[in-house]
C-alpha cells in the first residue's frame, strides 16, 4: 500500500492544504516551523485517529492540533492505494466525530468509526499507532543515539519486540522479580534482619494474637472473677440471711431461759415477799392483842423488879449485919444473921436475873414486835406491798414475753435441737468466712488487670486490618507471581520467535542494502545481533562498538525493515523518517541516502527533512 | 393516646473488624446515640420506650457500657421495655440475669407487662438461645384488658428472597397477631411489614453496623390513636453507609479516585464496587486508593469487580509478535480457564499488571 495523497481542513498551520505522494521516496522538505511535524501527526491522526476522542493514544491532544480560530476540530482525507491498485478515500471529520470510506471508482462506502478503522488497519497490517510508530517510523535521533552508544540496537528490538513502547520485557521481569524478592524476603525462609512485607506482616499479627491472647485470657479472668463474685455474694447473702435467723433463733432460745429463770425469781421473789407481807400483817395483828392484854395486867409486872432489888437490898444488909455480928460478938449469930441475908440477897438476885431475863425474851409484846421490827426493816407495810405488788407485775410481764410467738417459737426447741442449731451457727459462720475469702481472693482476681473488654475488641480489629492486609499482599504476590510466569513464557516464545525470524529477514535486508557486503546475521535469544564480516573472517558483536558507524546503520534499518515484514506480514505499511540522518557527516549521509533509496523499492517512504541535496534521490519532492 | 419510641439492634459493644482501629469510635458512637435515643425518649413527650432485642452485642458488655445503660435508662420517667435478642439472648449467662435493668425486663415466655395508665398492654416472648428456631410471635393474644396491645418479636419475617429458619415471622402469623403494633427487631433498616390490620416495623439498628445497612440510623416513633397506628422513622444515626457502583470503563485511576471523592462525607461508610471493562494495562491499587480517599470518609472499602477489556486483545494494539500480544494471548488463556472466580480475578489482575508493565506504566 502506499498514500496518495492527504487534504487537510482546521489542522495546525496546514490549513485547507492538500499534499500528493508517490511509491518510492517522497521527500518532504522545508525549514524548520515549516509544519513537518504537523504534518507527520496529521498523517498519524489520518490513519490511526479515532474522530470521536480528543486524544491520539492519550499524548497528542486534538485541540492542540486545530487550528487557531477555526469553528470546529479538523478535518482530514487521506487517499490510500493498496496493494490492488484500488484507491480508497478515507475522511475522518473531528467535528462531527464522524468518519467514512469510499472506494473511488467504485459504490463501495463505508461508514462509522470503527468500520472505517477496521479496514485501515487491514490495509495497514495494524491498527496500532504504537507499533506503527515503533516500526514504520524512524524518529530524528534513533540512529544517531545507537552510534553515539545511548541505545543499543538490541535495546531497541528488545522494547520492538517487547511492545512497541520504551519498556522492555526483561525491564518488566526483572522489577517482577525484585518486587516478589521484596514482597517474600523472610516468609517461609531464613527471617533476615529486615524482612519483607509479608514477613512483617506476619510477625505483626503473631504479636497481636499472642497480646490478645494474654489480654483474652485476662479479661476473660477478670469477667469471670466478676460472675463468680456476683455468685458469691448472692450466696454470702443467704448464708447471712440464715445465719441471721438462726442466730435469731438461737437468741430468743437464749432469752427465753433468762426469762425463764428470771421468771423463777420473780415467782419466788413474789411469793417471800407475799410471805412477809402476810407475817407482818399478822404479826401486827397478834402485836395489837398483845398490847391489849398486856394493857389489863401491866401494873403487878412493872413493880416485881423493885420488889427484887428491894430484896436483893434487904439480904445485902443483913449479910452485912450478920458479917458484924459474926465479927464483933459471935460468928454463930452472924451467920445466923448473915446467912438468911445472903440467901435473901442471893434469891432476889436470881429473881431479878429471871425477871430481866424473861422480860428480855419471854415478853410476847417485845418478841413480837423485835420480829415485826426484823420483818419490816425499817420500811412500812406498804413498801412490802408495793414490792410485792412490783414483783408480780414483772412476773406477769415475764409470763408475758414468754407467751410472745418468738418465745413460744424458742419453746419449740428441744435441748437436742439447741445444740444442733449451734453445731449449725457455728458450721454457717465458717461457711460465711470462706465465701468471705473467697470473694477478698475474686476481687483480686478481677481487680488483677486493667485490660477490659475494649482492649479486645481493639486488639482484634487491629488483627482483622492486619490479617487482610496480609491477605492482600498475599494476593499481590499471587499476581505478581502469575505476571511474571506467564510474562516469562510470553518473552521467551516471542524472543526465540522473532529471532528465528527476524534473524533470515535481516540478512536478506542487509544484503540488499548493502549489496552484499554482510549478508549474514545471527541473533541471540534476547535479541543480540551479530554480523559475519567477510574481511575479518569472523563474528562482530552488534553492540560492542566494532561496526563502523554506517554499517550499524544499515544494520538497524535492515531490522527495522524485518521487524516491519515480521508484523505487518504482507502489509507494506509507508515508513515515516524524520531526518534521521541530521547529524551525519556528508559521506555517512549519502550512503545512508542511498539505503534509503533501496527500502524505497519496496516500501513507500515519506523522508521529511530541512536539509537540500536530496532531492536528487527523490521520488517525489514535496516543498513545504 | 400512647406515644412510643421503638428502637432495637443497637448491638452496644460489638467489634467491628471491618472498620480496623476505627471499631473503637464506632463503639462510643453506639454508646453515644442510645444516650441520645433516651434523651429523646424523655424530651420528646414519648410515653413508652421499647427495644426489640440486641440491646448489647452480646452477654459480657464491658461494665462501663453497662454502667452508662442503666445510668441512662434510670433517669427516665417513662417505663422501658426490654427484649432479649438473639445477641443478647436471656441464657444462663444473660446480661439480664446479672445486671438489674431499672425496668421491664421480658424474661417469661410468653411476658405480658400492662400499664394501666396508658391502657395498654406489652407482648413478648424473650430469645432464650442464640440459635433459637422458635417463632418470636408464638403464645402471644391480647389477654390483658387494656385498649392497646403492642408485642415486640426479635426475628425474621418470612421474605420471598429470604430462607428464613431461625426465628422466623410468618405473615399470617402478624396478621392473626390481634396486635395494634408489632416492634420488631432484628433486622438493621427500617421497614415496614404491616400485614392486614396489624402495624408492623423494623426500626432497623439506629448506626449501622456493618457496610450496606442503607436503611440504619432510625427509630420508630409510634402514636397511637383511634384513627390507627401512625408510623414514622425518626433520625438517630450520625453514620450513614452507602454503596456506590462506578462504572469505570474508560477511567484513568485518576478520574476513580475524583469520582469517589464525589461522595466525600466524613460520616459516610461507603462501600465502592468498581465494575465494567477497564482498559487494558490500567492497575487498579485499591490499597492505594482506600489509603488516598479514606480521610474524606468515616469508611472505605473497595472492590475491584471490573474486568479488563479482553476483546482489546485481539485487536491490533497488541500483535502476537510481540511479547505484549503473546502475554495477552497467554493470560486471555489463563482466564478463560480459571477455575473460580479469584483464581479469574487474580488472572485477570495479572493481564493488568503484565500489560502496564510492558507498556513501561510506573505501576509497582
Known amino acids: 500500500m502506499y498514500l496518495k495523497r492527504i487534504a487537510l481542513k482546521r489542522f495546525g498551520a496546514l490549513d485547507q492544504q492538500t499534499y500528493t505522494f508517490r511509491p518510492g521516496l517522497n521527500l518532504i522538505k522545508g525549514p524548520n516551523e515549516a509544519g513537518k511535524s504537523t504534518l507527520q501527526a496529521a498523517l498519524l491522526f489520518g490513519l490511526f485517529g479515532n474522530p470521536q476522542h480528543t486524544t491520539l493514544q492519550r499524548v497528542k491532544h486534538v485541540d492542540d492540533y486545530t487550528s487557531w480560530g477555526a469553528t470546529g476540530s479538523f478535518h482530514i482525507t487521506l487517499d490510500i492505494a493498496d496493494g490492488a491498485e484500488t484507491t480508497y478515500r478515507v475522511e475522518k471529520d473531528w467535528a462531527s466525530g464522524d468518519a467514512r470510506l469510499i472506494a473511488l471508482g467504485s459504490d463501495t462506502v463505508v461508514t462509522g468509526v470503527d468500520a472505517v478503522q477496521q479496514r485501515l488497519n487491514k490495509m495497514l497490517g495494524y491498527g496500532a499507532v504504537k507499533i506503527f510508530q515503533s516500526t514504520a517510523c524512524v524518529e530524528q535521533n534513533a540512529v544517531d543515539d545507537l552510534t553515539a552508544g545511548q541505545r543499543t540496537i538490541t535495546d531497541q528490538l528488545q522494547r520492538i519486540v517487547t511492545g512497541g513502547g520504551e519498556a522492555k520485557a526483561s525491564d518488566a521481569l526483572a522489577k517482577l522479580e525484585q518486587e516478589i524478592g521484596t514482597l517474600k524476603k523472610g516468609w517461609k525462609t531464613f527471617a533476615p534482619k529486615h524482612p519483607g512485607p509479608i514477613k512483617r506482616q506476619q510477625d505483626d499479627i503473631a504479636r497481636l494474637e499472642e497480646r490478645l491472647s494474654t489480654i483474652r485470657a485476662q479479661v476473660r479472668q477478670a469477667e469471670d472473677a466478676g460472675e463468680r463474685l456476683g455468685d458469691l455474694e448472692a450466696q454470702i447473702d443467704d448464708l447471712t440471711e440464715k445465719l441471721k435467723a438462726r442466730r435469731a433463733l438461737r437468741a430468743s432460745c437464749d432469752r427465753r431461759f433468762e426469762l425463764e429463770d428470771e421468771l423463777e425469781e420473780r415467782k419466788a421473789q413474789e411469793q417471800k415477799l407475799e410471805a412477809r407481807v402476810a407475817q407482818i400483817q399478822q404479826l401486827q395483828e397478834q402485836l395489837v392483842g398483845t398490847e391489849e392484854a398486856s394493857r389489863a395486867g401491866g401494873r403487878g409486872q412493872s413493880r416485881l423488879p423493885w420488889i427484887t432489888l428491894l430484896g436483893f437490898a434487904a439480904g445485902f444488909l443483913l449479910s452485912l449485919i450478920g458479917l458484924a455480928i459474926g465479927l464483933l460478938r459471935s460468928s454463930v449469930l452472924g451467920l445466923l444473921v448473915g446467912l438468911p441475908g445472903l440467901l435473901i440477897g442471893a434469891g432476889s438476885f436470881v429473881w431479878l436475873v429471871i425477871i430481866l431475863v424473861r422480860s428480855q425474851s419471854g415478853d410476847p409484846q417485845t418478841t413480837l414486835r423485835a420480829k415485826l421490827d426484823a420483818l419490816l426493816e425499817e420500811r412500812p407495810l406498804e413498801a412490802w406491798i408495793e414490792e410485792r405488788k412490783e414483783a408480780s407485775r414483772q412476773r406477769r410481764d415475764l409470763e408475758e414475753t414468754l407467751a410472745e410467738p418468738e418465745m413460744q417459737q424458742a419453746a419449740q426447741v428441744t435441748p437436742v435441737e439447741y445444740e444442733t442449731l449451734k453445731q449449725e451457727i457455728a458450721r454457717l459462720e465458717e461457711q460465711l468466712e470462706a465465701k468471705e475469702q473467697e470473694r477478698i481472693r475474686q476481687e483480686a482476681r478481677r481487680d488483677d488487670t486493667t485490660y477490659t473488654l475494649e482492649d479486645v475488641h481493639r486488639l482484634e480489629e487491629q488483627k482483622a486490618a492486619a490479617e487482610r492486609a496480609l491477605e492482600r499482599l498475599k494476593d499481590r504476590l499471587t499476581v505478581y507471581e502469575l505476571t511474571y510466569e506467564v510474562l516469562e513464557q510470553a518473552q521467551q516464545e516471542t524472543m526465540r520467535s522473532a529471532r528465528d525470524e527476524l534473524e533470515p529477514k535481516i540478512g536478506q535486508h542487509l544484503r540488499c542494502i548493502t549489496h552484499g557486503r554482510y549478508e549474514q546475521v545471527e541473533a541471540s535469544d534476547d535479541l543480540a545481533l551479530s554480523i559475519f564480516s567477510a574481511e575479518k573472517g569472523s563474528w562482530i558483536d552488534a553492540d560492542d562498538g566494532e561496526l563502523s558507524r554506517g554499517t550499524i546503520d544499515q544494520l538497524y534499518l535492515a531490522a527495522r525493515l524485518a521487524l516491519i515484514d515480521l508484523l505487518y506480514q504482507e502489509a507494506q505499511p509507508p515508513l515515516l523518517m524524520d531526518d534521521p540522518f541530521v547529524t551525519f557527516d556528508p559521506q555517512r549521509r549519502q550512503a545512508a541516502l542511498r539505503l534509503c533509496r533501496e527500502i524505497a523499492q519496496t516500501h513507500q517512504v515519506l523522508f521529511f527533512t530541512c536539509h537540500d541535496g536530496y532531492d536528487g534521490i527523490a521520488t517525489e519532492v514535496i516543498a513545504l | ?364
Request: proline share 6%.
Open chain 2, 1 to 364: 393516646m400512647p406515644k412510643i419510641i421503638h428502637t432495637s439492634d443497637v448491638q452496644l459493644d460489638a467489634p467491628f473488624r471491618f472498620l480496623g482501629p476505627r471499631g473503637e469510635d464506632h463503639r462510643a458512637q453506639l454508646r453515644e446515640t442510645f444516650e441520645h435515643i433516651v434523651e429523646m425518649a424523655q424530651q420528646d413527650g414519648f410515653d413508652l420506650l421499647l427495644i426489640a432485642g440486641d440491646l448489647f452485642d452480646s452477654n459480657r458488655p464491658h461494665q462501663t457500657t453497662l454502667d452508662r445503660v442503666s445510668m441512662a435508662l434510670r433517669q427516665l420517667d417513662i417505663p422501658v421495655c426490654i427484649l432479649p435478642g438473639n445477641h443478647d439472648c436471656y441464657d444462663d449467662v444473660s446480661v439480664y440475669r446479672r445486671v438489674l435493668f431499672p425496668d421491664h425486663v421480658f424474661t417469661e415466655q410468653p411476658t405480658v407487662q400492662t400499664f394501666p395508665g396508658l391502657d395498654l398492654a406489652v407482648y413478648g416472648n424473650p430469645i432464650r438461645s442464640a440459635r433459637s428456631q422458635q417463632d418470636p410471635l408464638r403464645d402471644l393474644s391480647p389477654s390483658a384488658d387494656v385498649r392497646w396491645h403492642v408485642a415486640m418479636a426479635h426475628g425474621n419475617v418470612d421474605r420471598p428472597d429470604l430462607d428464613v429458619t431461625s426465628r422466623p415471622i410468618r405473615r399470617e402469623a402478624l396478621r392473626d397477631s390481634g396486635m395494634d403494633y408489632v416492634a420488631l427487631g432484628d433486622w438493621h433498616s427500617f421497614a415496614d411489614y404491616s400485614e392486614g390490620d396489624v402495624t408492623a416495623y423494623y426500626a432497623g439498628a439506629p448506626e449501622p453496623t456493618a457496610l450496606g445497612q442503607t436503611g440504619a440510623g432510625y427509630v420508630a416513633r409510634v402514636e397511637l390513636d383511634e384513627r390507627g397506628v401512625q408510623v414514622h422513622p425518626e433520625r438517630v444515626g450520625t453514620i450513614t453507609t452507602d454503596e456506590l457502583t462506578l462504572d469505570v470503563t474508560g477511567y484513568t485511576r485518576v478520574e476513580i479516585a475524583q469520582a469517589i471523592r464525589q461522595h466525600a462525607d466524613p460520616h459516610l461508610m461507603l462501600q465502592v464496587t468498581l465494575t465494567g471493562l477497564t482498559d487494558l494495562g490500567t492497575v487498579l491499587d485499591l490499597d492505594a486508593l482506600e489509603e488516598r480517599l479514606a480521610p474524606d470518609f468515616y469508611h472505605l472499602a473497595c472492590t475491584d469487580q471490573s474486568h479488563p477489556q479482553l476483546e482489546a486483545i485481539a485487536a491490533a494494539d497488541y500483535p502476537e509478535e510481540l511479547v505484549i500480544g503473546k502475554f495477552a494471548r497467554l493470560m486471555q488463556a489463563h482466564i478463560e480457564q480459571a477455575e473460580s472466580e479469584n483464581e479469574q480475578r487474580r488472572a485477570e489482575q495479572a493481564l493488568q499488571l503484565g500489560i502496564a508493565l510492558l507498556e513501561g506504566k510506573e505501576v509497582l
